[in-house]
């Protein structure tokens, strides 16, 4: 499955989904100063192989904001909250703290939080740095395609 994400010069950037056997699928990504929630995702679940949204998608559900709650999907979720959260305060956050919010997180919304270790949030944190270095290097109305298999 081919992710093409592409800059847009107003509020949106874009993510369309290619899959073998299947029509596109676009989503309008809100601007929110870092990567694009969608591009976390997939950073998230390619580095530690879970099943959220992006492997959903893989998977023949349709691209939505409403899918049904499913308990890996779920951490998957939270997990992309925190790293937000990290990257909006300039990816410095200490692992064990993310590690210790993102448990605090999965508690408040009633999610089983993913079996996760520091070095699973370095290594996630890295691809996020790679995508982010990728990401600002595309020109306004260029695209940047992600493979996710």
């Known amino acids: 499955m081919q992710l093409i994400f592409t800059k847009g010069s107003g509020k949106y950037d874009r993510m369309d989904i290619v899959r073998n056997g299947l029509p596109a699928e676009g989503i309008d990504c809100p601007k929110q100063g870092i990567i694009p929630h969608d591009m976390v995702h997939f950073g998230v679940e390619i580095t530690l192989h879970k099943r ?5 998608v893989l998977h023949g559900e349709a691209a939505t904001f409403q899918m049904e709650a499913e308990p890996e999907s779920d951490g998957v979720e939270r997990l992309v909250e925190i790293f937000q959260a990290d990257g909006w305060s ?12 993102y448990r605090v997180t ?7 939080p993913l079996q996760l270790s520091i070095d699973d949030i370095d290594a996630v944190r890295k691809k996020l740095l790679e995508l982010t270095a990728l990401w600002q290097a595309v020109a306004m109305g260029a695209s940047l395609v992600l493979e996710f298999e």
């Not at 959220?52 to 959903?56: M, S």
């Not at 300039?90 to 919010?101: C, E, I, Q, R, T």
């Not at 999965?106 to 089983?112: E, L, N, T, V």
């Open 90 to 101: 300039g990816w410095n956050s200490s692992p064990a703290d993310m590690l210790d919010l």
């Open 106 to 112: 999965c508690d408040a919304r009633q999610c089983p």
């Open 52 to 56: 959220g949204f992006i492997g959903r």
